[in-house]
């Protein structure tokens, strides 16, 4: 999974549909994800409601 942060609102719907709890919040609000614990399973991103997280650095298009 690839993070933007430059694109991360801090909504945490994506902490929120984890499976395997890798992600965390940190202190300025964004998310991180800790790798080991990722499956890549994608459900994080599809959560995404900007698209600062995607599956491998793919680009996701937001509709405005």
Do not use: F, H, S, W
Not at 11 to 21: R, S
């Amino acid at each position: 999974m690839y993070l933007d942060v430059t694109q991360c609102i801090g909504c945490g719907g994506c902490l929120m549909v984890c499976p395997a709890e890798a992600l965390r919040r940190m202190p300025d609000g964004t998310m991180r994800i800790n790798t080991v614990r990722c499956r890549q399973c994608g459900v994080c991103a599809d959560a995404c409601p900007t698209g600062a997280m995607t599956r491998d650095g793919e680009r996701k298009e937001v509709p405005k």
